[in-house]
């Protein structure tokens, strides 16, 4: 291999860690071998990279974190996952973390059962205390130790599936071993990064007022001093900085700097943005295996999805985006378009969608706003320029005897493309 071949295979490799460490920040060796290996091969690089978004990138034993500390007056941090865990199961995982930093090395569902419980009943815990008695709070909990488990927190030590899914039934028995991973414990959660999150954010009406310079230490200080990674974080992150989302003071900047911030998205990720009059938009290699968990998945060969899809359709149809690209409809508009969808392909609508127009609404309007397509308010809908690939879709259903099955469009449907 020549020295430019190996040169830009490790630099591919590289961006690919990065992107891998952007949809899982925390890596334990234990759980993902191949990427935490690629982190530590790379790690001067990748270290360098997430200071440049004003990012920390830690290492400990065999476990390293990307922390995401919020920037600026906006607070700004990472993106909320497309498909999170209910409510009531985060609370539990944070729970479970906090009464895995009271217990032994080894432990047992059933003891750190009995632990959340007593920590959500503690004077001052202001949740719904968890009761195990109850199947559901069972099955939540059963969720949360599934997400310490993917982190690499807690680390199964028995085999026998059967004994977890009993304590989930009928909650006897000790459910299933597991080791604590204190390392990773240790990076579950940082408390600096902590309380920037929930630091008041007092003078925010001032961005609101339009200031656009300030003495360092003030809001617009602040906004001044933390822009280029505000900007790259949104373009690298969210895949899309739209300036109409920016105070005008950032968007000016963002257009003046767009070739310089497009290359350096470009050469953390080794993909590609393109340039817009409503923005700028990064396209991940589609032939990398980071890329897949980073990019939202629309559409897909499923019911939401379709259905998502014509109804995106319609509401963009014959209406003009305004002069920032986006297209605004009142509730009773959408409500109206879901009606004639839902009208016209009948036929074709699954069990989950079929109860009515308004039951297929909600559906597909999730699939929408979390492909960050739409975004939803009390008054309607927003559709964002980045929504305008998906205009005339070419589809064609062919109903089978899956019709009333939630399998979606058959395989014979063309969907349309990005």
Same mark, same amino acid.
């Given at each position: 291999m020549t020295g430019g071949a190996a040169g830009q295979s490790s630099g591919a490799e590289a961006q690919e860690a990065f992107v891998g460490l952007l949809t899982s920040p925390l890596v334990s060796a234990r759980v993902n071998a191949a990427l935490f290996r690629a982190v530590h091969d790379h790690r001067g690089k990748l270290t360098q990279? @997430?200071?440049?978004l004003g990012y920390r990138l830690v290492f400990s034993g065999t476990v390293t974190r990307l922390h995401r500390d919020p920037a600026g007056p906006q607070r700004t941090a990472a993106p909320p996952p497309w498909s999170p865990p209910p409510r009531r199961v985060l609370v539990l995982t944070a729970l479970l973390a906090a009464a895995c930093e009271g217990t032994d090395l080894?432990?047992?569902? $059933?003891?750190?059962?009995?632990?959340? =419980?007593?920590l959500s009943a503690s004077p001052g815990a202001r949740i719904t205390p968890y009761n195990p008695d109850r199947r559901t709070e069972r099955q939540s909990f059963v969720r949360a130790v599934g997400q310490l488990t993917g982190l690499g927190v807690l680390v199964r030590r028995t085999s026998d599936e059967s004994?977890?899914? $009993?304590?989930?039934?009928?909650?006897?028995?000790?459910g299933a071993g597991f080791e604590i991973d204190r390392d990773a414990l240790l990076q579950f959660a940082d408390p600096r990064t902590v309380d920037l999150a929930y630091q008041a954010r007092a003078g925010s009406d001032d961005m609101d007022a339009g200031l656009d310079e300030g003495p360092p230490g003030s809001h617009a200080g602040t906004r001044l001093g933390t822009r280029s990674q505000r900007m790259l974080r949104t373009l690298v992150e969210d895949t899309a900085l739209l300036y109409a989302d920016l105070h005008p003071v950032d968007a000016d900047y963002a257009r003046g700097q767009r070739s310089w911030l497009a290359g350096l998205a470009e050469?953390?990720?080794?993909?590609?943005?393109?340039?817009?009059d409503e923005g700028m938009l990064l396209r991940l290699p589609a032939d990398r295996t980071a890329s897949a968990p980073a990019t939202a998945q629309f559409p897909v060969a499923t019911a939401p999805s379709w259905f998502a899809l014509?109804?995106?359709?319609? @509401?963009?149809?014959?209406? @003009?985006?305004?002069?920032?690209?986006?297209?605004?409809l009142a509730d009773s508009e959408v409500d109206a378009i879901a009606a004639a969808v839902y009208r016209d392909n009948e036929q074709?609508?699954?069990?989950?969608?079929?109860?009515?127009?308004? =039951?297929? =609404?909600?559906?597909?309007?999730?699939?929408? @706003?979390?492909?960050?397509l739409i975004r939803m308010t009390p008054a309607g809908w927003t559709i964002l320029p980045?929504?305008?690939?998906? =205009?005339?879709?070419?589809a064609i259903w062919e109903p089978t005897i899956d019709d009333l099955a939630d399998t979606g469009p058959s395989a014979s449907e063309e969907l349309a493309k990005p």
């Open positions: 990279w @997430a200071g440049r080894t432990t047992t569902v $059933q003891v750190l059962s009995d632990e959340v =419980r007593a004994l977890l899914r $009993q304590w989930e039934e009928d909650g006897s028995g000790v050469e953390m990720t080794g993909g590609s943005v393109e340039m817009r014509k109804l995106l359709d319609a @509401a963009m149809a014959d209406r @003009a985006p305004d002069a920032d690209g986006r297209i605004m074709a609508l699954t069990i989950a969608l079929r109860d009515s127009p308004a =039951r297929m =609404r909600s559906v597909v309007e999730l699939v929408l @706003a979390g492909c960050g980045v929504a305008g690939r998906y =205009r005339d879709p070419k």
